[in-house]
């Protein structure tokens, strides 16, 4: 439980970054429009890191580790991570750019998504933080399957060496 604890705090201070990333790159100011873009960027990381502590907690087993195992790994990072992320925001809001849910409720209401009497319903810490928590727990969730299934190509070498198999590729070899 370590190995996903670790990763999930990577996961939730890696959000941080990222936010600060956007945030010197102006997607909270004049590039607020593209903002959702950078936001489905951020599952990239997210399934880089999910796919790192599988491939960690595969070395911690010799190699040998099942599909289901790779999943919880990956599914344990991401929710630690989605309880590390509301911290996150709280302190870039709060420290770094305490102007961020303004600019987004501005945005909304010039480009009419929202009315003043209702954009406090869609833009706020709260609606933020419901967001990136379902963000993490369902992109998580899946980027654990997907990851693990990219792990069965050399699961299913861990296996056969298990029943004393020899691989195809070192077959091909020999002859």
């Known amino acids: 439980m370590k190995l996903e604890l670790r990763y999930g705090v990577l996961m939730g201070t890696g959000y941080l970054a990222w936010l600060c990333i956007e945030y010197g790159l102006g997607f909270h100011r004049e590039g607020i429009p593209y903002l959702p ?5 951020y599952l990239v990381p997210i399934g880089f890191i999910i796919y790192l502590a599988q491939r960690e ?3 911690t087993l010799e190699g040998k580790i099942t599909t289901k195992e790779a999943f919880i790994t ?3 990072s991401a929710l630690i991570g989605a309880i590390i992320t509301p911290l996150s925001l709280g ?3 709060a420290i770094i750019n305490p102007k961020f849910l303004q600019a987004q409720a501005d ?7 929202a009315t003043p009497q209702n954009v406090t319903e869609i833009v706020s810490l709260r ?11 369902f992109a998580g969730t899946f980027m654990s399957g997907i990851s693990a299934l990219m792990l069965k190509k050399n699961i299913a070498v861990s296996v056969n060496q298990r029943a004393g198999l ?3 590729k070192s077959n091909n070899k020999k002859k």
């Not at 873009?37 to 960027?41: C, D, K, N, Q, T």
């Not at 945005?107 to 998504?113: A, E, H, K, L, V």
């Open 57 to 59: 907690k595969r070395k």
């Open 37 to 41: 873009i950078m936001e489905i960027l």
């Open 127 to 137: 609606a933020m933080i419901l967001n990136n928590v379902g963000l993490y727990f």
């Open 74 to 76: 990956g599914l344990f």
């Open 91 to 93: 302190f870039f809001i």
């Open 166 to 168: 020899k691989s195809s």
């Open 107 to 113: 945005f909304y209401i010039r480009i009419g998504s």
